[in-house]
């Protein structure tokens, strides 16, 4: 039933995001030269995953639009869907500014995420990072893993998502990129031979889970329900989708001869939850848990170890 339910779910979201990970570019980050082939080679995602980025955006945003946005705020993965970002067009240019700003090469990282990272090394596993940044943000994610873990991350792989989805948060890539077709997460971690992800993205986690196991990192609300953008409604804003929402919950009550109710259109993103994740994606809520399940039987049946 869970096999099913993955495949379901990635059915579901392969149309929406398949051509966003177009131009995957590699770049090494650490001058360590590793001949050990044997090593377990493990991806790691660098957004919300090393560095605190959805925290530092609601800073940043509070300060350059007046709100008062947290990180709960954040239910979906597309910012447009949670409060205070405004349509797909207005999150598109906001988030364009931050990329540009000193907030976002200064995010500050995750916490347990250095030590996290340095065990993993000490424990024998080569690690590259497989990010959705693209090739523009190589000189400041360098800077970031050059003061933070330097000499630790072998590689980075750049699918730059945001570059190609045209609702998404950057300009265009370099033309220069060394793969111009189509390359999801997915696809990158077959080419490198990777063994395990770790990601907070929960679509990420559907697709990849096919090619390795995946550790669906962190606590985050966005990780808790998928988030597609396919149709209309998945278009609207947040207050376009909470007046809809609205709508909907007096109809039905007209039409069932009911008193309606804010909880029968508030929190419409609940009904979203995945509470059953499939099979091989597993919940780590913190770096802590992400090592335990590396060293546990568990973890090295999932790697091939035993």
């Given at each position: 039933?869970?096999r099913?339910?993955?495949?379901?779910?990635?059915?579901?979201?392969a149309?929406?995001?398949?051509?966003?990970?177009r131009?995957?570019t590699?770049?090494?980050?650490?001058?360590m030269?590793?001949?050990?082939?044997?090593?377990?080679?493990?991806?790691i995602?660098?957004?919300?995953?090393?560095?605190?980025?959805?925290?530092?955006v609601?800073?940043?945003?509070?300060i350059?639009?007046?709100?008062?946005?947290?990180?709960?705020?954040?239910?979906?993965?597309?910012?447009?869907?949670?409060?205070?970002?405004?349509?797909?067009?207005e999150?598109?240019?906001?988030?364009?500014?931050?990329a540009?700003s000193d907030?976002?090469?200064n995010?500050?990282?995750?916490?347990g995420?250095?030590e996290?990272?340095?065990?993993?090394?000490?424990?024998?596993?080569?690690l590259?990072?497989?990010?959705a940044?693209?090739?523009?943000h190589?000189?400041?994610?360098?800077?970031w893993?050059?003061?933070?873990?330097?000499?630790?991350?072998d590689?980075?792989?750049?699918?730059?998502?945001?570059?190609?989805?045209?609702?998404?948060?950057?300009?265009?890539?370099?033309?220069?990129?060394?793969?111009?077709?189509?390359?999801?997460?997915a696809?990158?971690?077959?080419?490198?031979g990777?063994?395990a992800?770790?990601?907070d993205?929960?679509?990420?986690?559907?697709?990849?889970?096919?090619?390795?196991p995946?550790?669906?990192?962190?606590?985050?609300?966005?990780?808790?329900?998928?988030?597609?953008?396919?149709?209309?409604?998945?278009?609207?804003?947040?207050?376009?989708r909470?007046r809809?929402?609205?709508v909907?919950?007096k109809?039905?009550?007209?039409k069932?001869?009911t008193?309606?109710?804010?909880n029968d259109?508030?929190?419409?993103?609940?009904?979203d939850?995945?509470?059953?994740?499939p099979?091989?994606?597993?919940?780590?809520g913190?770096?802590?848990?992400?090592?335990?399940?590396?060293?546990?039987?568990e973890g090295?049946?999932?790697?091939?170890h035993?």
């Open positions: 039933m869970q099913l339910l993955s495949r379901c779910w990635l059915s579901a979201c149309n929406r995001f398949r051509p966003s990970f131009h995957s590699t770049r090494y980050t650490s001058a030269s590793h001949t050990r082939h044997e090593l377990s080679l493990i991806a995602d660098m957004d919300d995953v090393l560095c605190r980025t959805n925290e530092t609601a800073e940043w945003h509070n350059h639009y007046g709100t008062n946005m947290t990180i709960a705020d954040f239910h979906y993965y597309h910012y447009w869907k949670n409060p205070g970002w405004g349509t797909p067009t999150t598109l240019r906001k988030v364009r500014e931050f540009q907030y976002f090469i995010t500050p990282p995750v916490e995420a250095i996290g990272v340095k065990r993993l090394k000490g424990l024998g596993y080569r590259e990072i497989v990010t940044r693209a090739l523009r190589q000189p400041g994610t360098d800077k893993l050059e003061k933070y873990l330097p000499g630790v991350i590689k980075v792989h750049y699918t730059g998502e945001f570059e190609h989805n045209p609702n998404a948060a950057v300009p265009s890539p370099p033309n220069d990129s060394e793969n111009p077709k189509d390359t999801t997460k696809d990158v971690l077959k080419k490198i990777a063994k992800l770790i990601d993205s929960l679509p990420n986690a559907l697709l990849c889970s096919e090619v390795v995946v550790l669906l990192f962190g606590e985050y609300q966005w990780n808790k329900r998928p988030s597609l953008d396919v149709t209309s409604q998945d278009r609207m804003s947040y207050s376009e909470q809809w929402e609205q909907e919950a109809h039905r009550a007209e069932n001869g008193e309606l109710k804010e259109w508030n929190e419409w993103w609940e009904r939850n995945l509470y059953i994740l099979p091989r994606i597993v919940r780590a913190s770096w802590t848990n992400v090592i335990e399940w590396f060293k546990s039987n090295r049946k999932a790697l091939g035993d």
